[in-house]
């Protein structure tokens, strides 16, 4: 629907009314933005030149929209809108993570982008997941399937959070963050990887949709399963497998993965429909991860542990 249709104070209410609602779930109502696109007509035909629409939405139009919000009729298509919305800022706590750019693309003219042994596209990134090891980073390569990869992990803790939501409105919330995804992940395609062609990119599109299922399914079976688990998922996702891999970085990031899901489930819904939240930077975890040590490793052995460690005799 056109944003032109709707009254700018009337979606402010509708978004505001909503978030208050979402700790009452069996309150929580939704209107249909073709009510307010119907009433802006009617009130084109019965008076001409309206009166400019104030700067905040007044008693009268909060009644409206709740009364709209009663009618179960009208619930379905609203509730998109404000996901929309709420989804939109979320996304952009996940985008402030890490970004990258790919300054070959900005000459003039374009030059071919770098490429690592993979034959991936490579270029110069900020935040800690790209930060070197020297300065406390993780040194993640920079590239496009690292970033989106450092997207996943993010979005699944909000997505574990959204799973909370009534269950009427959770699948919304879901697919409108999965979207705003695709968005920014198409226009990094076409800005710096050259890719014009929507074909392609649509493939690629393709690709990360099934990568996205599979970071639900392990994450999920990690988070069940224990650490052990949940660190295999980050380290096929996150590091790509790599063999080189230092266990202490994986295991930086499957607390942090942990410490987040806690942190953001002790929010209300308010909070996190406004998308009023940031993702703080992993590496105090890395600094808790690397001064924690297991007792076991300074214990001496016993004679008892000694004789069962002997060989036992042939058959």
Not at 160 to 174: G, N, Q
């Amino acid at each position: 629907m056109s944003s032109s249709t709707i009254c700018t104070p009337c979606i402010r209410s509708l978004r505001q009314q909503t978030r208050r609602h979402l700790l009452q779930p069996q309150k929580f109502q939704t209107a249909a933005t073709r009510a307010f696109s119907s009433s802006h007509r009617l009130a084109d035909t019965t008076n001409k030149q309206p009166p400019p629409p104030p700067s905040t939405s007044s008693p009268s139009q909060s009644s409206f929209i709740a009364s709209l919000r009663n009618k179960p009729a009208l619930r379905s298509t609203t509730e998109p809108y404000v996901a929309y919305g709420g989804t939109e800022d979320l996304f952009k706590a996940c985008a402030a993570a890490c970004t990258y750019t790919i300054p070959a693309a900005n000459e003039k003219p374009p030059q071919p982008a770098p490429k690592n042994e993979r034959g991936e596209d490579v270029g110069e990134g900020e935040g800690w997941w790209f930060a070197p090891q020297a300065a406390g980073g993780l040194e993640l390569p920079v590239t496009f399937n690292t970033w989106a990869q450092v997207m996943f992990l993010h979005m699944y803790a909000l997505t574990a959070r959204l799973r909370k939501f009534p269950a009427e409105h959770v699948r919304i919330w879901e697919q409108n963050l999965l979207d705003h995804f695709f968005y920014a992940a198409e226009d990094r395609m076409a800005m710096w990887h050259g890719m014009a062609a929507r074909g392609i990119r649509n493939k690629h599109l393709k690709d990360l949709w099934v990568q996205w299922r599979g970071v639900l399914l392990s994450y999920d079976e990690g988070l069940i399963k224990g650490d052990a688990v949940l660190g295999a998922a980050v380290w096929r996702n996150v590091f790509q497998a790599r063999e080189d891999v230092d266990l202490g970085d994986v295991a930086t990031v499957v607390g942090y993965l942990r410490r987040e899901i806690s942190r953001l489930d002790k929010f209300p819904d308010e909070r996190i429909s406004s998308g009023q939240i940031e993702f703080p930077s992993p590496a105090e975890e890395r600094k808790a991860v690397s001064e924690l040590k297991s007792p076991l490793m300074t214990k001496s052995f016993t004679q008892e542990d000694l004789a069962g460690m002997k060989q036992s005799p042939k058959a």
